[in-house]
């Protein structure tokens, strides 16, 4: 790529970029995969015609999918939309859980999932049904990064547990799923003329072990990047 006049990302060694005037071009890699950005056809045939003369490429055309993410570009209104009402259809009906009733919260307001606290059961949860619940949460983990962010403190904070697992947990953890249900169709959306805005804030007084909990979030237009 460096051959080529690429430059690497300094956030992302698998990320490439070329400025040519007023054109410019990114290249994403994942494994052997490539993920082309750009704001001039002209300069990405070129690319790829160079790209061709190094191995053997595949042209799949305009992008409509990547990494279990569904991608619809509207040149009109300079949008990106991201699913994943696939992936998630696909995690619900592993679990058992696609005719359950859709939640409209990822938790239960105030809840306190603490072992200790008085409304977790004392059951713990036995070797087959931890192992379900990590992966759960590893699942869900995949859907908060990519598509989801509105699940991202419910599953941060029932990760938080995985070494005394109760059955409340593992309601808790379903409930998420069944939030997802409601929800599978929405999609992230990006907008091209929109600016960068950065919030963040800090909560202390709704944890019962008074730790606080920090957060941010970073938006292109109203779409959540972080």
Excluded at 135 to 159: G, K, Q, R, W
């Amino acid at each position: 790529m460096e051959l080529l006049g690429f430059g690497v990302s300094d956030a992302d060694e698998a990320t490439f970029y070329k400025v040519d005037g007023d054109r410019f071009l990114v290249i994403a890699a994942t494994t052997d995969d490539f993920t082309i950005v750009m704001n001039s056809r002209e300069l990405s045939t070129e690319t790829k015609a160079q790209l061709n003369q190094h191995f053997k490429l595949v042209d799949l055309g305009d992008i409509n999918w990547l990494l279990r993410v569904s991608i619809t570009c509207n040149l009109k209104d300079k949008t990106i939309a991201l699913g994943q009402q696939a992936y998630i259809e696909q995690i619900l009906a592993r679990f058992g859980l696609s005719d359950a009733r859709p939640d409209v919260t990822p938790m239960e307001l105030g809840a306190d999932y603490h072992p200790d606290s008085p409304g977790v059961s004392p059951t713990l949860l036995t070797p087959a049904e931890k192992t379900t619940y990590c992966e759960m949460i590893n699942l869900l983990m995949y859907c908060a990064t990519m598509t989801h962010p509105d699940i991202a403190f419910a599953v941060l904070t029932l990760s938080q547990f995985l070494e005394a697992l109760r059955s409340t947990h593992l309601k808790a953890v379903k409930h998420v799923f069944c939030y997802l249900l409601g929800m599978k169709k929405l999609k992230l959306v990006l907008e091209g003329n929109a600016t960068i805005a950065g919030f963040s804030d800090a909560d202390w007084a709704s944890q019962c072990h008074c730790h606080s909990i920090s957060g941010f979030t970073y938006f292109v237009g109203l779409g959540t990047i972080l």
